[in-house]
């Protein structure tokens, strides 16, 4: 029988002392049109291949939520299956949780947007506007912009005259940019968050310069009519010299040693990664993954996207963090401040990625994929008579499909009337995905006959007619798995960047009393 929880206990759960996963195994379109606040998103879909790295201790308290739809009982016997032993669904999923009073939060990376927002408000970190900085550039004052994003999204969109430096990299080299103390620094982002976290961290770092955050970064530029531009490359490569780096590695001892942060030694850090008693997960946060024969257990996360985007990479809310750098302990410590004040246990590996390599980790993985019954494209042609499921995403399903092949979620598979030895042929753009959703076919003890084909548009071009000619045939509210929240700001859309911009500054006017305490700001 599962253990279950009702939302009043699960609120005191959420605020005591304890690491807490608190998964929501609803599709990411369900998941962006409503959850609670600390809720981490892992849709069933795709449990067992993403639940280990999110949370790696199988002993971590575990709370699904659902739609109150039988899901949450799914991944709880997924999760047990693989060794999790301290897991429990919550009452009445989604549902139960608004009827006692709890509110539900729209979008994407909220913790990581809230807190965000919190620093700006207790820390009264200064901005500027579109119109403020268009007219410094347009009169010649003396200042810079630094986009605070990874290059890959700074090459999309920029403010004009910018330079791209991710965050976790501005406290680093910045003074190898401005040699000026009188030269005014401005950080942009493409929002709100990580100008805010950019703007600060140059703050509290001490820098002489007057630093501001660009209010609303290049959304808000767009929305003042004023022009971006797209394909630039100017990245910010230059590193500082000696006397700035002893200069900068001074400040960042000093910042670390404020906020309780230790710096430790191999041996500790083998110590916390072997400890079974607690999560412990290791980041690499510089911005390019140099060494690219480290153990895939040290992820590389540049440090600016582990505070934007933290539930995406930690499942485990308090849990250990070990940061590491190429050893200049600057990108490390920035980065590490931040996760400090989120609520995380952080400490900062003090030599460096080159010692990495000495590192034991004991892996648990249990979960193994079934091996498959692979179909080639050529044979498809015989088989087209046979039940077609297509489990790739409903966006890639509406764009092209094969005719009379059915969208299927795995979430939705009990809704499909499949009889016994069926044959069924499962197109898939994942084997991995695939091989869940065939192994969940085969719990149902039905004899099917399951084979699955690779989507290969080149080649099914090959096969006369293969193609479905037909619009779209699902409706937007059947994407469970797409995720709908002022998706159209990437296309230029004003009205869903008004929205997102709004949506961001009103998250902490939604936020009750124990979730404006969560995170170790004050």
Not at 57 to 67: C, G, M, S
Not at 377 to 400: C, E, P
Request: hydrophobic fraction near 35%; proline fraction near 3%.
């Amino acid at each position: 029988m599962e253990e279950t929880v009702n939302p009043k206990t699960l609120k005191t759960w959420l605020s005591d002392s304890y690491e807490i996963a608190f998964i929501d195994v609803r599709e990411i379109g369900q998941h962006t049109k409503g959850h609670p606040l600390f809720s981490i998103s892992i849709p069933y879909s795709s449990l067992e291949l993403n639940i280990e790295a999110l949370i790696p201790n199988k002993n971590t308290r575990v709370i699904f939520i659902d739609n109150n739809d039988g899901i949450s009982v799914l991944a709880y016997k997924k999760a047990s299956k693989i060794g999790y032993v301290n897991v429990f669904i919550l009452q009445g999923g989604v549902q139960k949780w608004t009827s006692n009073g709890y509110e539900l939060f729209d979008g994407i990376n909220v913790p990581s947007k809230t807190f965000g927002e919190l620093i700006e408000k207790h820390s009264h970190t200064p901005s500027i506007t579109a119109q403020e900085l268009y007219q410094k550039q347009k009169n010649n004052e003396n200042h810079v912009v630094i986009d605070g994003r990874p290059f890959e999204e700074y090459i999309k969109m920029s403010i004009p005259n910018s330079i791209c430096c991710p965050n976790a990299e501005l406290a680093y080299r910045v003074s190898s940019l401005v040699k000026d103390n009188k030269t005014e620094i401005i950080i942009n982002c493409a929002g709100r968050t990580r100008s805010i976290i950019g703007a600060q961290t140059l703050i509290d770092f001490g820098i002489e310069n007057k630093v501001k955050a660009l209010e609303n970064g290049t959304q808000g530029w767009f929305l003042s009519n004023l022009n971006l531009e797209y394909n630039k490359n100017n990245f910010l490569d230059k590193i500082p010299n000696e006397l700035e780096f002893k200069n900068l590695q001074n400040q960042i001892f000093k910042s670390i040693k404020k906020n309780d942060i230790d710096l430790i030694d191999i041996q500790k850090t083998q110590e916390l990664i072997l400890n079974e008693k607690q999560s412990t997960f290791i980041f690499d946060v510089t911005n390019t993954k140099i060494n690219k024969n480290i153990d895939p257990l040290i992820r590389h996360v540049p440090g600016g996207q582990l505070v934007q985007a933290t539930d995406k990479y930690i499942g485990v809310w308090r849990s250990t963090l070990i940061l590491v750098d190429d050893g200049d302990l600057i990108r490390a410590g920035t980065t590490a401040i931040w996760l400090k004040k989120m609520g995380f246990n952080v400490f900062i590996l003090k030599d460096g990625l080159s010692q990495t390599s000495k590192l034991k980790f004991n892996t648990k993985t249990l979960f193994k994929a079934d091996k498959l019954n692979i179909l080639k494209t050529v044979d498809l042609k015989n088989q087209l008579n046979t039940t077609l499921y297509d489990i790739r995403s409903s966006k890639d399903f509406i764009k092209q499909r094969i005719k009379n092949s059915v969208w299927l979620n795995r979430s939705n598979l009990n809704k499909e009337n499949i009889k016994e030895n069926d044959e069924i042929i499962i197109i898939t753009d994942s084997y991995d995905k695939a091989s869940l959703v065939v192994q969940d076919v085969n719990d149902l003890n039905l004899g099917c006959s399951i084979k699955v084909l690779k989507w290969n548009e080149n080649e099914l071009k090959n096969i006369p007619n293969i193609f479905d000619p037909k619009m779209k045939i699902i409706s937007d509210n059947d994407c469970i798995d797409f995720n709908f929240h002022t998706h159209l700001r990437h296309e230029g859309n004003k009205s869903h960047a008004e929205q997102y911009l709004k949506w961001e500054i009103n998250l902490i006017d939604r936020m009750d009393k124990q979730e404006l305490t969560f995170f170790k700001i004050f």
